[in-house]
Nanobody, 124 residues
Framework: HVQLVESGGGSVQAGGSLRLSCASSGCTYSNYCMGWFRQAPGKEREGVAAIYGGITTYYDDSVKGRFTISQDNAKPMLYLQMNALKPEDTAMYYC?????????WGGGKADFAYWGQGTQVTVS
Protein backbone atom coordinates (compact mmCIF):
# COMPACT_ATOMS: atom_id res chain seq x y z
CA HIS A 1 0.00 0.00 0.00
CA VAL A 2 1.55 3.28 -1.12
CA GLN A 3 1.37 6.21 1.27
CA LEU A 4 2.58 9.74 0.57
CA VAL A 5 2.91 12.50 3.15
CA GLU A 6 3.80 16.04 2.13
CA SER A 7 5.41 18.67 4.33
CA GLY A 8 7.17 21.99 4.01
CA GLY A 9 4.33 24.22 2.92
CA GLY A 10 3.72 27.61 4.49
CA SER A 11 3.36 31.30 3.90
CA VAL A 12 6.11 33.28 2.21
CA GLN A 13 6.52 36.64 0.59
CA ALA A 14 6.87 36.97 -3.15
CA GLY A 15 10.44 36.27 -4.19
CA GLY A 16 10.99 33.87 -1.34
CA SER A 17 11.69 30.15 -1.33
CA LEU A 18 10.20 26.98 0.09
CA ARG A 19 11.16 23.34 -0.14
CA LEU A 20 8.39 20.78 -0.16
CA SER A 21 9.09 17.22 0.92
CA CYS A 22 7.18 14.04 0.32
CA ALA A 23 7.82 10.99 2.44
CA SER A 24 6.69 7.77 0.86
CA SER A 25 6.19 4.19 1.87
CA GLY A 26 5.19 1.19 -0.14
CA CYS A 27 6.98 2.26 -3.30
CA THR A 28 10.51 2.22 -4.59
CA TYR A 29 11.43 5.35 -6.49
CA SER A 30 13.47 3.43 -9.02
CA ASN A 31 10.25 1.74 -10.15
CA TYR A 32 7.91 4.69 -9.83
CA CYS A 33 7.23 7.96 -11.54
CA MET A 34 6.90 10.76 -9.00
CA GLY A 35 5.29 14.12 -9.40
CA TRP A 36 4.10 17.34 -7.82
CA PHE A 37 0.74 18.84 -8.67
CA ARG A 38 -1.10 21.86 -7.36
CA GLN A 39 -4.64 23.13 -7.18
CA ALA A 40 -5.70 26.67 -6.41
CA PRO A 41 -9.24 27.50 -5.25
CA GLY A 42 -11.64 27.50 -8.16
CA LYS A 43 -9.07 26.11 -10.56
CA GLU A 44 -8.32 22.71 -11.97
CA ARG A 45 -5.45 20.64 -10.71
CA GLU A 46 -2.30 21.19 -12.74
CA GLY A 47 0.97 19.38 -13.00
CA VAL A 48 3.97 21.25 -11.66
CA ALA A 49 6.87 18.83 -12.08
CA ALA A 50 7.62 15.15 -12.40
CA ILE A 51 10.58 12.85 -12.43
CA TYR A 52 10.98 9.53 -14.16
CA GLY A 53 13.77 7.05 -13.64
CA GLY A 54 15.41 9.45 -11.25
CA ILE A 55 16.82 11.37 -14.19
CA THR A 56 14.21 12.59 -16.63
CA THR A 57 12.36 15.62 -15.35
CA TYR A 58 9.36 17.53 -16.58
CA TYR A 59 8.22 21.02 -15.60
CA ASP A 60 5.23 23.15 -16.32
CA ASP A 61 6.26 26.24 -18.27
CA SER A 62 5.11 28.47 -15.42
CA VAL A 63 7.74 27.08 -13.04
CA LYS A 64 10.68 26.35 -15.33
CA GLY A 65 13.85 27.93 -14.02
CA ARG A 66 12.31 28.50 -10.58
CA PHE A 67 11.34 25.04 -9.29
CA THR A 68 13.48 21.92 -9.09
CA ILE A 69 12.23 18.40 -8.50
CA SER A 70 14.54 15.83 -6.97
CA GLN A 71 14.41 12.56 -5.13
CA ASP A 72 16.43 10.61 -2.61
CA ASN A 73 15.95 6.93 -3.36
CA ALA A 74 17.55 5.79 -0.11
CA LYS A 75 15.15 7.53 2.27
CA PRO A 76 12.90 7.62 0.09
CA MET A 77 11.94 11.27 -0.23
CA LEU A 78 10.72 13.48 -3.04
CA TYR A 79 11.46 17.19 -2.98
CA LEU A 80 10.31 20.32 -4.73
CA GLN A 81 12.60 23.30 -4.30
CA MET A 82 10.64 26.43 -5.10
CA ASN A 83 12.51 29.70 -5.63
CA ALA A 84 11.40 33.14 -6.74
CA LEU A 85 7.87 32.37 -5.62
CA LYS A 86 5.01 34.40 -7.04
CA PRO A 87 1.50 35.02 -5.72
CA GLU A 88 0.16 32.87 -8.56
CA ASP A 89 2.04 29.91 -7.08
CA THR A 90 -0.41 29.94 -4.18
CA ALA A 91 -2.15 26.55 -4.08
CA MET A 92 -2.43 23.23 -2.34
CA TYR A 93 0.51 21.14 -3.49
CA TYR A 94 0.20 17.37 -3.81
CA CYS A 95 2.78 14.65 -4.13
CA UNK A 96 1.87 11.82 -6.47
CA UNK A 97 3.30 8.44 -7.42
CA UNK A 98 2.64 5.97 -10.19
CA UNK A 99 4.17 2.55 -10.86
CA UNK A 100 4.96 3.52 -14.43
CA UNK A 101 7.25 2.07 -17.04
CA UNK A 102 7.25 5.33 -18.93
CA UNK A 103 5.96 8.75 -17.98
CA UNK A 104 3.73 10.51 -20.43
CA TRP A 105 3.69 13.97 -18.85
CA GLY A 106 1.15 15.25 -21.34
CA GLY A 107 1.65 18.86 -20.44
CA GLY A 108 1.08 18.10 -16.78
CA LYS A 109 -1.96 15.89 -17.30
CA ALA A 110 -0.25 12.61 -16.46
CA ASP A 111 -2.49 10.27 -14.51
CA PHE A 112 -0.90 9.18 -11.24
CA ALA A 113 -2.32 6.36 -9.15
CA TYR A 114 -1.38 7.48 -5.63
CA TRP A 115 -1.75 10.87 -3.97
CA GLY A 116 -0.84 12.57 -0.72
CA GLN A 117 -3.13 14.82 1.30
CA GLY A 118 -1.44 18.01 0.21
CA THR A 119 0.43 20.90 1.79
CA GLN A 120 -0.65 24.52 1.45
CA VAL A 121 1.64 27.11 -0.10
CA THR A 122 0.64 30.75 0.19
CA VAL A 123 2.64 33.52 -1.47
CA SER A 124 1.77 37.13 -0.74
Amino acid sequence: HVQLVESGGGSVQAGGSLRLSCASSGCTYSNYCMGWFRQAPGKEREGVAAIYGGITTYYDDSVKGRFTISQDNAKPMLYLQMNALKPEDTAMYYCAADPCDYLSWGGGKADFAYWGQGTQVTVS
